[in-house]
C-alpha cells in the first residue's frame, strides 16, 4: 500500500515562505506524476503544482512565479517551496500521486495545514 507523508506546515506571515515535504512509502519514479493540491474552508479542492516522471513542472496562475515544486529521488521526496504567501493560500495542502497501470490509481497524503496571517 502506497502511502504519502507531508510535512512543513505552519502558520507564516504575509510574505513569508514554508518548504512542503512529502515522503513517498516507494520510489517516486514509479508514479506517472505526482503534485500539490490545496483545499480551503468551504472550497473545492484545487490544482497546485504537478511534476510529471519526465519532470515537467506545471502551476496553477495563482501561484506561479511564486511556488516551485520539485523532488528529490534519493529520498523518495517531492516538495513545494512557498514564497510571497498571502493570506489566500491558507488552506490544507494535499500531496498527490498518480500510478496508471490498466488503471488509474491516485494516492492522497493526509493534508498539512499552511495558514498565512499576520
Known amino acids: 500500500q502506497v502511502q504519502l507523508v507531508e510535512s512543513g506546515g505552519g502558520l507564516v506571515q504575509p510574505g513569508g515562505s514554508l518548504r512542503l515535504s512529502c515522503a513517498a512509502t516507494?520510489?517516486?519514479?514509479?508514479?506517472?506524476?505526482m503534485g500539490w493540491y490545496r483545499q480551503a474552508p468551504e472550497k473545492e479542492r484545487e490544482l497546485v503544482a504537478t511534476i510529471t516522471r519526465g519532470g515537467s513542472t506545471n502551476y496553477a496562475d495563482s501561484v506561479k512565479d511564486r511556488f516551485t515544486i520539485s523532488r528529490d529521488h534519493a529520498k523518495d521526496t517531492v516538495y513545494l517551496q512557498l514564497s510571497s504567501l498571502k493570506p489566500e493560500d491558507t488552506a490544507v495542502y494535499f500531496c498527490?500521486?498518480?500510478?496508471?497501470?490498466?488503471?488509474?490509481?491516485?494516492?492522497w497524503g493526509q493534508g498539512t495545514q499552511v495558514t498565512v496571517s499576520s
Open positions: 516507494r520510489s517516486i519514479f514509479s508514479f506517472n506524476d
Open positions: 498527490n500521486a498518480n500510478l496508471i497501470t490498466y488503471k488509474i490509481n491516485t494516492y
